[in-house]
């Protein structure tokens, strides 16, 4: 959002970041920032509640489930001045539902909120469909919009042998880099795997290289301020995630034209690779997606054809058609289009 809003103030809409806490690596970049000092949902809905009235805006964009839910209950009651509603939705529902304390609480709340919205977005159909089976008619508009993602792409040139593989993102169980390791266990000697981020499984996933004896093959190379100069420097981009509601990493490597294996996993992969834009195994098993590895990094022509359609899709998911989308859909909220 970020990286949207200059973009959407070029078009006329002037954007203000309502922020439960200011802070963060990049509340410097944010621009016009309100801080609503708040956390919790009852906190929080009346920090909102408090500043729409003070400030009243036209459109109200929120992004995630809970905060889809604190913009909801805050817009209630304020009369001439309700906003218009836009919420995203950027997780399989169903994957997300399941982690909750209470799914059916959170079931049941979005059944008597969502329909107060005025359109719901998401970077992929799937999540749409998942969220229209469960609210029914209850579920507002629904709009397919591509998430901001590069600024431009670009072919790198490819290698006749591919063996260095990267993996970016949180290191977190849903992004299971543990797969990963154990598909470096069966790859041969000359492949490495560096592995960019942080978060809670790293002495866990550090641990599991040295008992797997792979040190000097596997990387964890740490959190990255440059994710395209990491990306530029490989040979393939490896996806063993367990749940992927779109896949910006995946969008970052394929606007490099670097190629891309995933395990199909809900629901980003299928939809970024599916037209031949790198290899989708159906299969978690270590063996198999390491053999579809091998067989991909010794295939110059499979990886050529891979990249260019890799382009052709990345191109759907920069800035500028992201901001396009956004504007058109804030335009026809606000004129009552949608």
Known sequence: MIRLAPRLEAQGHVVTFLLQRADGDLLEQAGRVVDLGASGLGRTVGALRTQLRKAPVDVVLSATNATNIAALLACRGLGAETPKIVVGEHIPLK????????????????????????????????????????????????????????????????????????????????????????????????????????????????????????????TLAGRTDDPLEALAMTDLFLCTSRVEGFGNAIVEALSLGLPVVSVDCPHGPAILLGRGAGRLVDSRDPEAIAAQIRAFADDPGARAAAQAKGLEVARGYTLDASARAYGALIDGVLSGGT
């Open 95 to 218: 994957a997300f539902i399941e982690t909750r304390r209470h799914p059916w609480l959170r079931r049941w709340i979005m059944r008597r909120l969502y329909h107060r919205a005025a359109a719901l977005v998401a970077p992929s159909q799937p999540i749409l469909d998942e969220h229209q089976a469960l609210l029914g008619a209850a579920c507002p508009r629904t709009f397919c919009l591509p998430n901001p993602v590069v600024d431009r792409v670009s072919a790198m040139p490819l290698r006749p042998e591919a063996r260095r593989i990267v993996t970016l993102g949180r290191l977190s169980p849903e992004k299971d880099f543990a797969l990963a390791i154990e598909v470096m266990r069966r790859l041969p000697e000359d492949f490495t795997l560096a592995i960019h981020g942080e978060g809670v499984e790293r002495d866990a996933l550090a641990k599991q290289i040295m008992a797997a004896g792979i040190a000097g093959r596997v």
